[in-house]
């Protein structure tokens, strides 16, 4: 691979390059996006929503620590129903997930095969609550409870630092997390034809991403959380 794809694949995932991270490369997960941001905070760490309401702030978990399939340990009650707070332990090896065509998907309150339904689907569908979504280690996309972001389909999106410790997250919301080249996540998935639940593929309306599968497919597996 020439040096200009492995530069860009370094500033999706730093840790998968060697790099220190100081500097948030969050991509809307999925998302086939090369805009600037139009905010000036391109770490997308100062103004990003959380889900409590106060800035994001940065939490570290072992990298021995797995996934919860029931997610008792991140799961909440809302009035809206089930909800899914995730938390940095509940990000591990985004190869222990399923792959669907690009993308690894995993549903940490039950409900997978509903996900894989509506993943599977070629007339596209609603994700349930629980469902995870990434692209790459270093961006997330979390299906919040119903009326959680009205806005935004109830999707939150996330930035991750990434190392062999295990998970960080740099910085959470619903539309100022910004990915590594300053685009915005809200705005590339905003998009996304309606049926297909802000997921960001080919054909689905967002603008493309400046990678081949196989580039996509090197930084999932030099995943430094995987064993």
Known sequence: MSSRPQYLLCLFLASACGESGDT???ASTGTETTSPATDPATTGTS???????????????SG?????????SSSSTTAGGEDLEMQ??????????????KFRITNLLGH??????VASNPDGGTYPVGTVIQLIPGEAMVKR?????????????????????????????????????????FDCHAKAAPQWDRICEEGHGC?????????????????????
């Open 24 to 26: 948030t490369t969050a």
């Open 47 to 61: 103004e990003a929503p959380t889900t409590s309401g106060d800035a994001s702030s940065s939490t570290t978990t």
């Open 88 to 101: 940095a332990e509940d990000f591990t090896c985004i190869l222990e997930w399923e792959k669907v065509r």
């Open 112 to 117: 997978m095969d509903e996900a894989l339904e």
């Open 145 to 185: 409870a119903a009326g959680w972001a009205p806005d935004n389909s109830d999707w939150e999106f996330f930035a991750l630092e990434v190392s062999a410790q295990g998970t960080t997250i740099m910085a959470r919301g619903t539309q100022d997390v910004v990915n590594g080249f300053g685009g915005n996540c």
């Open 64 to 72: 021995d620590a797995s996934s919860s399939t029931t997610g008792d």
């Open 207 to 227: 603008d493309p991403l400046p990678f081949t599968p196989e580039q996509i497919e090197m930084v999932q597996m030099a995943d430094p959380r995987c064993p």
